[in-house]
C-alpha cells in the first residue's frame, strides 16, 4: 500500500507519494501551507485513478481532457509524466525514466497506489 509523506523544505511544504516498497513515485510541487498540500494529496486521489495518458512522444498525438497524465521528454532525454487535474493544474510529476514502458509502469503505480494512501 502507498502512502503521502508530508514534508517541509526550505520554501514551503510539498509531499511525496510512495509505493509500497517505499520508492518515491510521484512529487508535488512546494505549497505555501499545509492545508493547500492537504488539498493536493486528495486531488491526486480524485484525479489520478481516473485520469487518461496523453502520450506527448508521439508525433500527432491525441490530446486528451483534464484529468489526464502528460507523457513527454524533458531537456536530458528521459521519459516523464505529470498528473494535471480538471482544472489543468499539475498537481503531481514522476521522476525521469530511461524508457517509455517503464515510465507507464510509474503511471499505473500511482493510480493504484494514490486512492488509499494513508498521509504521514
Not at 19 to 40: D, P, Q
Not at 46 to 71: H, L, M, R, S, W
Request: aromatic fraction near 6%.
Amino acid at each position: 500500500m502507498g502512502k503521502f509523506v508530508v514534508k517541509e523544505t526550505n520554501t514551503g511544504i510539498k509531499f511525496d507519494l510512495k509505493a509500497g516498497n517505499g520508492e518515491v513515485i510521484a512529487t508535488s510541487e512546494v505549497y505555501a501551507s499545509k492545508a493547500a498540500c492537504l488539498k493536493g494529496i486528495a486531488s491526486v486521489q480524485k484525479n489520478a485513478p481516473v485520469a487518461g495518458i496523453e502520450d506527448q512522444t508521439e508525433a500527432g498525438y491525441a490530446a486528451v481532457k483534464n484529468p489526464k497524465f502528460e507523457v513527454y521528454t524533458d531537456k536530458k532525454g528521459e521519459t516523464r509524466f505529470r498528473l494535471k487535474a480538471t482544472n489543468g493544474q499539475i498537481i503531481a510529476t514522476g521522476e525521469g525514466y530511461t524508457t517509455k514502458a517503464a515510465c507507464l509502469k510509474g503511471i499505473e503505480s500511482v493510480k493504484k497506489n494514490a486512492v488509499d494512501a494513508k498521509v504521514e
